[in-house]
């Protein structure tokens, strides 16, 4: 037996050691366990067992170290090749593929924001909130009442036409119910269950069967405004107008009414804003008609009150330079991001 020093018996163990643990740590599949088994564990001529014979190569007093060290090396090697084992059978890919980097920076989590039409619409009800408009809501689905009989619009009117019309499926009924084609439902529901003064807004969807174009979507939002008290005239009208134009639009926006007909107003009018020297029709309004204030148990000769009606996708449109409102229904994250 050759004579070994303790130091190099150690070497060799340290150096095994590592071999197997990097060579176990590999391992991808059942075959190479079993290859690196008989390398390094194999009781005939496995490099471990060569290591273990060249143990009665050392000096007597050395020995027990030397027996010391080859059993802390052969549990090491052992504990590596049965972590192996439970990876290979549980399926795993091995530490290099599933070594998490936590020093990497992390993905940035991309933060939206509300959508342009919500955002205008939160902004109209401040601004209206500020000149003590109350905001209100009412339904999507009407009946025949809310959004025609009640603001004078009789049933043989061609805005009643189904051709105009979301009508739905109990259209056969006498009293079909629709989807409403504009917001003056609400004028009338709040009427029907307050007493003036009142200044309320109305912003939600309406539904008319619009082919759709840069100004025209088959759903759209808008914004009504109702305000009734004694002695309220067209000049009411339009200096609200004008002051809630200029403050969503910013600048002094000019506001121009053309004469116009809508059944519950008298007078009528269309209302235009221009910005930039172009005039964009943006709604219509009028002082209520007598009519509509007698159907909801108003008194005409003491209270009046104006209405107006603009559609939201216009004023948003106008407010951000956009030409075309079907943007704002394409979901592009591209458009909406710029916002
Ligand atoms: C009305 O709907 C009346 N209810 C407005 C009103 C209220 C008048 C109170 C008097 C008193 P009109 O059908 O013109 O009116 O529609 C008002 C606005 O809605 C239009 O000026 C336009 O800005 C917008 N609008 C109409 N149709 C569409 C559509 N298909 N897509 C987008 N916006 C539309």
């Known amino acids: 037996m050759t004579a070994v020093s303790l130091d190099s ?114 902004r109209v009800q401040e601004i209206m909130g500020r000149l003590g408009f109350e905001s209100v809501d009412g339904p999507e689905v009407e009946d025949q009442w809310h959004n025609f009989e009640a603001l004078a619009i009789p049933a043989e009117h061609p805005a009643r036409d189904p051709l105009d019309n979301f009508y739905l499926s109990v259209a056969r009924t006498a009293d079909p119910l629709l989807l409403r084609s504009q917001t003056s439902t609400v004028q009338i529901r709040v009427m029907e269950n307050r007493e003036p003064p009142l200044r309320i807004v109305s912003l939600g969807r309406v539904y008319r069967p619009d082919t759709a174009d840069a100004t025209h979507y088959p759903m759209f939002h808008q914004v009504e405004g109702l305000l009734v008290e004694p002695g309220i005239t067209m000049a009411h009208l339009k200096s609200v107008l004008r002051l809630f134009a200029s403050s969503f639009l910013g600048g002094d926006v000019h506001v121009r009414f053309r004469p116009s007909f809508f059944p519950f107003t008298e007078p009528s009018v269309e209302v235009d804003m221009e910005w930039g020297g172009r005039w964009v029709e943006m709604g219509g309004a009028g002082m209520v008609d007598p009519a509509v204030l007698e159907a909801v148990g108003y008194d005409p000769d003491v209270v009046t009150g104006f209405a107006f009606g603009l559609g939201v996708e216009r004023i948003a449109a106008r407010r951000y330079g956009v030409d075309d409102i079907r943007d704002f229904y394409r979901n592009d994250v591209r458009f909406l991001r710029q916002f």
Do not use: C, M, W, Y
Request: aromatic share 4%; net charge neutral; hydrophobic share 45%.
């Open 9 to 122: 018996f150690r070497g060799e163990l340290e150096r095994l050691r590592a071999d197997a643990e990097a060579a176990l740590a590999e391992a991808v599949d059942a075959a190479a366990l079993e290859a690196h088994r008989v390398e390094f564990l194999g009781a005939r001529s496995g490099r471990l067992k060569a290591i273990q014979k060249s143990l009665g190569g050392l000096a007597v007093g050395d020995k027990p170290a030397g027996g010391r060290h080859f059993n802390e090396a052969k549990a090491a090697i052992t504990a590596a090749f049965e972590a192996a084992q439970a990876r290979i059978e549980a399926g795993g890919l091995g530490p290099a593929a599933e070594a998490i980097d936590v020093t990497l920076p992390g993905e940035p989590i991309r933060l939206g924001h509300v959508h342009p039409l919500t955002h205008t619409i939160r």
